[in-house]
């Protein structure tokens, strides 16, 4: 058994799941086995949407296996990342037992999956520092093994503050907490940051899961496809415990699409553009009368502390930009998180933000 099966609640280390008729390998043209309609939909212009989906697309899976550098059997695509981590949570977290490790300001699904599941949420906060945000792995490492964490998330990129975690900070929680916690890292943002990718460590760390995306950099946000990858082992676990046709299809072919050689060149250099932009508007936002902080991020987003957050936020609103508010978050009461977004749209926040500042 390998070490991140180990991990699993116990209930569920062999458990099949359900088969569902397309998950079986057979070979046919007359498809009689899963009580599907022998017609197509009127109004289905593809005219094969009265057939189930493949459960995990294989070439899907596979082009993503080959982006992310790792191998198909140890990728599961699934509903974005808030599925993977439900999955996780409740795979791997027996109700008033096994805890929830999250650092906020962070995700909010982290917690939410933790209540849905009954698993006590154990916090350990980012600490503010003049470096911006930052992790205090020890103070992360003791609430994780006195409060029986099960499952660690490490946002990096984390939203909404922005800040990265080191690689080495990465591996060494992994190690420490070998045989105790499965280390999930969660990557929404990966493609906006300089540093690689925790998938590097997977050979060394079984107890390391990486969470990607197609929402952000890739601008597939409707189609809902990401993936969780680590142990071939814990994602056929997961496999069984997951929904019988979890990916649509119209959204696997959308995704592949989104794969192709010369598509995925003009991802990379819009992601160029927003990083370029990120670092424009970071500079011009700081020189704003108003704004009491920029943080600096690595995200596709920037946090920004105001004297009258609520003032900033009217004015944004005035101007028809839609930012989100963080002052309910414990720590941010002060603070709004504004997206990257094209050029023009980005002169308008910072018209909107000078307003703001010469109205009486």
Not at 49 to 62: D, F, G, I, K, S
Not at 323 to 338: E, F, K, N, P, S
Request: hydrophobic share 50%; glycine share 8%; net charge neutral.
């Amino acid at each position: 058994m390998s070490a991140a099966i180990e991990l699993l609640r116990p209930d569920l280390r062999g458990f099949a799941g359900y088969r569902s008729a397309r998950g079986e390998a057979m070979r046919g043209d007359v498809w009689l086995n899963a009580n599907e309609s022998a017609w197509p939909n009127p109004g289905d212009a593809g005219g094969d949407a009265n057939r189930y989906p493949e459960p995990q697309p294989v070439v899907l899976r596979a082009a993503l296996a080959a982006l992310y550098g790792c191998k198909p059997d140890q990728l599961l695509v699934g509903r974005g990342s808030d599925e993977a981590i439900d999955l996780l949570v409740r795979a791997l977290c027996r109700p008033g037992i096994d805890a929830v490790l999250a650092t906020p300001p962070v995700f909010g699904m982290y917690a939410v999956s933790a209540r849905l599941q009954g698993a006590p949420l154990l916090e350990v906060p980012l600490r503010d520092t003049d470096a911006g945000f930052e992790l205090d792995g020890e103070a992360l490492l003791a609430a994780a093994v006195q409060g029986n964490a099960r499952i660690v998330f490490l946002c990096s990129p984390s939203n909404p503050t922005g800040g990265a975690i080191p690689l080495a900070l990465i591996a060494e929680i992994a190690a420490r907490l070998a045989g105790r916690a499965l280390v999930v890292v969660d990557e929404a943002y990966a493609e906006f940051d300089s540093q690689a990718s925790a998938t590097a460590l997977l050979a060394s760390c079984p107890n390391l899961a990486v969470l990607r995306t197609l929402s952000k950099a890739h601008a597939l946000a409707a189609a809902r496809i990401g993936c969780v990858i680590a142990d071939a082992g814990l994602i056929a676990a997961l496999r069984a415990c997951q929904a019988p046709y979890p990916v649509p299809a119209p959204c696997a072919a959308l995704a592949l699409a989104a794969l192709a050689p010369d598509v995925l060149a003009t991802t990379r250099a819009r992601v160029d553009l927003v990083v370029a932009e990120r670092e424009r508007m970071r500079l011009a936002l700081a020189g704003l009368p108003g704004v009491r902080r920029v943080y600096a991020s690595a995200g596709n987003f920037l946090l920004l502390r105001f004297a009258d957050a609520g003032a900033a936020l009217a004015s944004l609103r005035a101007e028809g930009v839609v930012v989100r508010d963080q002052r309910a978050v414990a720590g941010l009461d002060d603070a709004l998180r504004i997206t990257i977004g094209t050029a023009a749209e980005n002169e308008r926040v910072l018209t909107a933000l000078r307003a703001a500042r010469s109205t009486p």
